[in-house]
């Protein structure tokens, strides 16, 4: 089977910085399309950033902010969050779409198949 499992959340001042993890078990990361997506109480699921091979992609709210990488020897997904926000408090997922070797990575939730746990970040 295959496991994700979130790491790294916390409480933070705004301004501030936190790196969340996401080992992946089961399946290797470099295949496949994966993505941070958060949710904040009362607000639907949003898109953080997704990352395939070389190519990324982040939402606006997040540009020049968060960085989206991988580390392939640890099977690890990694989303470096710096001047965080108070609008960035959210419950933060990792994800997996299990299509292998994918044209382009989508952007939305409902596209990817393999979820994590979810890591609580709160900036104040």
């Known amino acids: 089977d295959v496991q994700l499992v979130e790491s790294g959340g916390g409480s933070v001042q705004a301004g501030g910085s936190l790196r969340l993890s996401c080992a992946v078990s089961g399946s290797t990361i470099s295949s496949y399309c994966m993505a941070w997506f958060r949710q904040a109480p009362g607000k639907e699921r949003e898109t953080v950033a997704t990352i395939y091979s070389r190519g990324t992609f982040y939402a606006d709210s997040v540009k020049g902010r968060f960085t989206i990488s991988q580390d392939l020897a640890k099977n690890t997904l990694y989303l470096q969050m710096n001047s965080l926000k108070p609008g960035d408090t959210a419950m933060y997922y990792c994800?997996?779409?299990?299509?292998?070797?994918?044209?382009?990575?989508?952007?939305?939730?409902?596209?990817?198949?393999?979820w994590g746990q979810g890591t609580q970040v709160t900036v104040s």
């Open positions: 994800a997996l779409r299990s299509v292998a070797f994918p044209a382009e990575c989508p952007a939305r939730p409902d596209q990817y198949d393999l």
